[in-house]
């Protein structure tokens, strides 16, 4: 299981922009990935899910879709959320994750066994 460390969050206001990255410790070429976000008391939620090699396949939470995009750069073992448009309803601490199977990021990411410190995205009107 690769490591990875989000950065890129911070505050801004309504409308605003921000890009995260979350970078791995070795190759994720052969991973697929995902983004997740949890706010205090409340359970960690998907957000958005690309397919390992070319990441050819995503996938976007209802509430995020048509603002935010995932993209990677395999020679940089870099996962990308870049997310337009910001609503107060986003704020919330942002974290990445991998595995071989996209079905686990999609469907069972609540049972992967390691979470990294995530980053921190505050969004105010």
């Known amino acids: 299981q690769v490591q990875l460390v989000e950065s890129g969050g911070g505050s801004v206001q309504t409308g605003g922009s921000l890009t995260l990255s979350c970078v791995a410790s070795d190759a994720i070429y052969n991973y697929a990935a995902g983004w997740f976000r949890q706010l205090p008391g409340k359970e960690r939620e998907f957000v958005a899910s690309?397919?390992?090699?070319?990441?050819?396949?995503?996938l976007y939470a209802d509430s995020v879709k048509g603002r935010f995009t995932i993209s990677r750069v395999n020679s940089k073992n870099t996962v990308y959320l870049q997310m337009n448009n910001l609503k107060p309803e986003d704020t919330a601490v942002y974290y990445c994750?991998?595995?071989?199977?996209?079905?686990?990021?999609?469907?069972?990411?609540?049972?992967?066994?390691?979470w990294g410190l995530g980053t921190q995205v505050t969004v105010s009107s």
């Open positions: 994750n991998a595995d071989h199977k996209l079905q686990k990021i999609i469907e069972e990411f609540r049972d992967l066994p390691s």
């Open positions: 690309i397919s390992r090699y070319t990441g050819g396949s995503t």
